[in-house]
DNA sequence: ATCAGTTATGGGATCGTTCCCATAGTGGGA
DNA sequence: TCCCACTATGGGAACGATCCCATAACTGAT
């Protein structure tokens, strides 16, 4: 195979240790997993000797043995996505307290993807996943679950692969925005979903729809589109707001695709919130940085991150053998972009 | 240790893939590696154990007798910052095209935990990094220098630690705004750069100093600040505005600096471009969705990363032992937030 | 008939670690 | 004095994979 120079990347092994300890690898062991009788001579002598070549254990044979790895999966449709690049963030800062290592995976919606990630996990012998996948199957992950590898969910329960779910109330978010609205005075309220087939965002759609129908109305349009970015955001609303008669409001199920929306306004030369309203979900850092700035759901991002990680703990300590769903508060924040009709 | 249900997670071994497909290890590690001799019949039979319980060989097994893990570490000052994200986003699907698992570490600028990394790293026996930290030490890297780990530094050169960069060239950016500000006619021009120790923001400014000096004009203040982020900016610029006589022109060194910068102003009743000109740096996505559109100087942040990948592979293969500096190009984006005086 | 090369299969050493077990010295209680 | 508990240390078998080597059947050339 590949010719060049070898890297002689060797990085000593725990009999090398011993040596130069002038001890056996078994109390080089007992020095390093600090169990079993030292005495404080030679554990001083393996100390030494351990960082004079800064040796570092061999982390695949320790697991070979039977100890945990102690690496984590999470898997996400993707990072460059303000939301999940949060998400991603909170999760991987929280496991590192906790002393484990994360394989950030970005499955790009893909079952093939997912599919090769869930075969790349189990190869590493990881403890524990986190699951964030919008979209409905769960055929990829059933490895997973038939290996008893303790999993959450986040966003949205997954039936089936596990009952331990760290989330929102999508619907009730969906109803406030709604609401919100509505008490403004709209009556012509549009919709912008994208990615279609995130179930999340197919709950909120659902939580303002039945807000709406609470008082006799419904969407005048719900436009779906395939990709998370303010792109998308951009084309659906530019195509919504030629349309006569024109919404007098716009709910985005993303803060993503509402900011998307306000510029296919300015484009129009439509004035936000003048004669149109435009509210989000999520409250990204950015939904406070537009303007006019972005009325919005807020959920707790990083909180939610934690929380997953907190459980995903327990579980891999045996501490949680029970159904859990965690609902983590959602809360309308009222900024400029919504205005009485 | 924790009590409670063991997870009887194992997932078979070749041996029992073996006796599945009555034959010997042997043979099935000649399948699984699609090397040596293997009639068509035992290859059947054991490809069809493999499936049947699902078997994924243990990586770390593998590794330790010397096969390259597969598996990259990537260090990065966080994930949850735009740039970051997409970067970070790039450089993990980029090496998962590869068969690369990589480890996203986020070092939130902290010396430690680039230490703690560094060790994470080697005891899993990695078999490239690529380091983008801004700081200037280099200590907690050297361990890997030390065994030879191929490494690529990523946003600017790390001398002593790798001899292959992939970077752009963030002086001349700063001189493109500079000059950029100067044409339209500014005269007091403010810098805001944040975080202070970040290595490009600090060429930024050079190149902005630079580029002003050339024309006999110094900046009327640089202000730093400590974190990357819109409010950070938004902090500098509030103090940076309320002093007399106000400069007519900010450049940020990043847009997450000079978008903050923008809502100073708003908070300020300063009107963005008419009365305060405010360039940005890098075009992330959310440059061109604020109003007034940031002007800004483009960096290609996904060919970077992929690029970095790049030069990791070769250098893993073995293909690549000179010294190498890629430097992307650089374009100035004008659009809406800067004006003439 | 002999030999070499190709195809096919299995045994067993090895990688780096953990941990059980054997060994042995020491000190204190009966 | 004997015995046990405690302290301390080292040897060696596992873990799951790879790969060298031995074995053997078969082909075709000499």
């Known amino acids: 195979m590949s010719a060049g120079k070898k890297f002689e990347a060797m990085s000593g092994n ?7 300890a002038q001890t056996s690898k078994s109390s080089v062991s ?3 997993n600090n169990n079993g009788y030292v005495s404080a001579d030679v554990r001083e002598r393996v100390e030494k000797a351990i960082a004079s070549i800064n040796y570092h254990p061999n982390a695949g044979a320790r697991t070979l043995r039977g100890s945990p790895s102690r690496l984590v999966g ?8 303000p939301f999940f690049g949060i998400l991603a963030h909170s ?4 496991f590192f307290a906790l002393g484990y290592q994360t394989f950030i995976c970005s499955t790009a919606e893909s079952q093939d993807r ?3 990630y869930v075969g790349m996990l189990l190869a590493q012998r990881i403890d524990g996943v986190i699951v964030a996948s919008s979209r409905q199957e769960v055929d990829p992950f059933t490895p997973l679950r038939d290996r008893n590898i303790p999993m959450v969910a986040i966003d949205r329960p997954m039936p089936g692969l596990t009952d331990v779910c760290v989330h929102v109330d999508n619907h009730y978010g969906g109803t406030l925005l709604a609401k919100h609205l509505i008490e403004l005075g709209h009556r012509e309220i549009a919709i912008i979903s994208t990615p279609r087939h995130s179930e999340p ?9 039945a807000a709406l129908a609470e008082h006799g109305l419904k969407p005048v349009q719900i436009a779906y589109g395939n990709e998370h970015n303010l792109g998308a955001g951009r084309r659906l609303a530019t195509k919504l707001l030629q349309k006569t008669p024109r919404p007098t409001a716009i709910i985005g199920t993303s803060d993503t695709a509402a900011i998307g929306a306000m510029h296919a306004a300015v484009d129009l030369g439509i004035n936000v919130p003048g004669d149109l309203s435009i ?8 939904a406070s940085y537009v303007l006019p700035r972005l009325t919005t759901v807020s959920q707790p991002t990083r909180k939610i991150g934690e929380r997953a990680v907190h459980r995903l703990h327990q579980m891999m300590s ?5 159904a859990v769903e965690d609902r983590l508060p959602l809360k309308l924040v009222v900024r400029q972009s919504t205005a009485k009709i």
Not at 14 to 20: G, H, N, V
Not at 74 to 81: E, Q
Not at 318 to 322: I, K, N, V
């Open 30 to 32: 007992r020095v390093i």
């Open 14 to 20: 725990i009999k090398k240790i011993a040596e130069l």
């Open 114 to 116: 997912e599919q090769a």
């Open 318 to 322: 045996g501490e949680l053998e029970l």
């Open 91 to 94: 999760i991987e800062q929280a």
């Open 201 to 209: 965002m197919i709950q909120r759609v659902n939580g303002a729809c």
């Open 74 to 81: 999470v898997l996400l449709p993707s990072l460059d996505v």
């Open 279 to 286: 509210a989000g979900f999520d409250d990204i850092p950015e």
